[in-house]
């Protein structure tokens, strides 16, 4: 499954998410445009590396991305899922709670990771943390989602706690799996990230006040 759009309207401006997102797309421009041998060092630079920690990783390494179907996935999660939880959150208290999202997943990561020399790059903990607080706030909205049914592809409406929670669950047994298979040399996916991100974002959003939304109407 793989949502394109909430049916959930937004009524007031989102600025955080639209610039987050063309912060990433503008980083991710100058990565392309780097050498192949600058490109690896500026991710190496910038990513987060649990065995050799920098702490300005844990927010550096949340606007990097390692190619385009990466960077497209998480631009369109975040669109999907940003715009509602900004809209009820407002700006500031939006953008807060994303990088402390983002933070905790790495943490998660690192926690799990401790030893690992592989660098990790990519919004999608932050962007797990905004699933996890859609999750909570907009259970009941619906999601035109993508469906894969063998060589068929077609949307369909789903309850957003239909999308998410499958989504959840993909990430336990991904990240369970990766356990046996995720050598300390080798890439992956920062499964535990992921999960981690969702929890926390759960968590966190119920400790940041949500404002009422309100419908303006042009008179004709």
């Known amino acids: 499954m793989f949502p394109l759009r909430s049916t959930e309207r937004v009524v007031n401006a989102t600025p955080v998410t639209i610039l ?4 990433n797309t503008v980083v991710f421009l100058y990565q392309n445009l780097l050498s192949p041998g600058a490109h690896d060092e500026f991710l190496t630079r910038y990513a987060l590396v649990p065995d050799r920690l ?31 939880l900004e809209d009820i959150m407002g700006s500031v208290r939006f953008f807060v709670f994303y990088m402390l999202c983002g933070i905790a ?5 690192i ?7 592989v660098p990790t790059i990519g ?17 009941g909205a619906r999601i035109v989602t993508l469906i894969f049914i063998v060589f068929f592809v077609t949307t369909v409406e ?15 047994f991904s990240g369970v799996g990766s356990i046996t298979t995720t050598s300390y040399a080798s890439g992956g996916t920062a499964w535990f990230a992921h999960i981690g991100g969702f929890i926390v974002g759960m968590l966190l959003v119920r400790r940041f006040q949500t404002r009422r939304r309100f419908a303006y109407h042009n008179w004709e």
């Open 54 to 84: 920098q702490y300005s990783a844990l927010i550096t390494s949340m606007f990097l991305h390692g190619g385009w179907m990466h960077i497209i996935g998480n631009m369109l999660f975040l669109w999907v899922f940003g715009r509602n």
């Open 105 to 109: 997943a790495g943490l998660t990561h």
């Open 20 to 23: 987050v997102i063309l912060i």
């Open 111 to 117: 926690a799990l990771n401790a030893y690992s020399p």
């Open 123 to 139: 919004a999608s903990g932050a962007i797990a943390g905004v699933m996890g607080a859609y999750l909570v706030k907009f259970p």
């Open 158 to 172: 789903l309850p957003a706690a239909v999308v998410l929670i499958y989504w959840f669950v993909l990430q336990i």
